[in-house]
């Protein structure tokens, strides 16, 4: 594993070139803002979910007549990326690997970049093949829970009905559960993560501050590029994931068409989407 290291007077982040994976941030007085991974828990710290986020029917999907399988989350989280560019600020990662169950010809980057107390992280996918493909993308950050996951919570930027689709298995239900009917909050509790994740596909809000009670640090994502937003811990562990996803698990009853799934994109040949996410570190 090779590690790359940006900074500026706000900042400093650590960057992986397995997976692309973010091993670290630290804010100007030193603190560590990145859970730090643990095997007891979780030992991931930041993982990209390509070309799937969450889990497919049968752990496969069909375009044009063909079942390509593709496990939960994707590949691109295990594979070596190759360091395209780097300076002082900034880090581009570029992935072109295939598998059994996404064959085509692509380029995938993620760039990083600092700007004082913020890291915007894009994502760029161009499709270098002679068809057509479909994908979705997104994030897994997790963050320091100071005090514990029960001291801290969620502020959405607008007032939402939070309303979680229950996860069953590697998928989710159709109807959703309703948490708080309007809020622009959501105190953290153990016991929403007992089955596994909250899954929030329709909310209003892009953006999402972390608070606790024991601190005034805070982190805030912006995704203003992602429909889907998730929030996941292990109970007993010492952070909460933040991610913007483009797509959401497959609903129960999904016909496996990809084509057919909310949030993936579609590329003709030639053609390059992007997306991205910003953190910052308050």
């Given at each position: 594993m090779s590690l790359t290291t940006i900074q500026n007077d706000f900042l400093k982040v650590t960057i992986s070139d397995l997976g692309a994976e973010i091993q670290s941030i630290r804010d100007?007085?030193?603190v560590e803002r990145l859970w730090q991974g643990d095997p007891?828990?979780?030992a991931g710290r930041a993982p990209i979910?390509?070309?799937?986020c969450g889990g497919l029917k049968e752990d496969a999907y069909l375009m044009d007549g063909v079942r390509y399988p593709m496990e939960k989350h994707g590949f691109a989280r295990k594979a070596v990326w190759s360091l395209e560019a780097a300076d002082e600020t900034s880090a581009v990662y570029l992935l072109t690997e295939k598998r059994e169950g996404f064959p085509f010809a692509y380029e995938l980057r993620a760039r990083y970049a600092?700007?004082?107390n913020a890291l915007t992280i894009t994502y760029e996918v161009k499709n270098k093949d002679d068809r057509a493909f479909c994908f979705g993308i997104g994030?897994?950050?997790a963050y320091q829970t100071p005090g514990g996951l029960e001291a801290c919570a969620i502020e959405f930027a607008q007032t939402e009905r939070i309303a979680n689709q229950p996860v069953v298995g590697n998928l989710i239900e159709t109807e959703p559960a309703v948490i708080l009917e309007q809020a622009d909050r959501l105190p953290l509790k153990t016991e929403y993560f007992a089955v596994d994740a909250l899954v929030f596909p329709h909310l209003k809000s892009r953006s999402v501050t972390l608070t606790s009670a024991v601190t005034d640090k805070k982190i805030?994502?912006?995704f203003d590029g992602m429909d889907v937003l998730m929030l996941?811990?292990?109970p007993g562990a010492g952070y909460i994931c933040i991610e913007p996803w483009t797509n959401a698990p497959d609903y129960v009853d999904a016909d496996m068409n990809i084509e057919h799934k909310p949030g993936v994109i579609r590329l003709?040949?030639?053609q390059t989407a992007v997306r991205s996410h910003t953190i910052t570190v308050l």
């Open positions: 100007k007085d030193g007891a828990f979780w979910m390509f070309p799937i600092l700007r004082e994030s897994h950050e805030r994502v912006d996941w811990t292990k003709e040949p030639g």
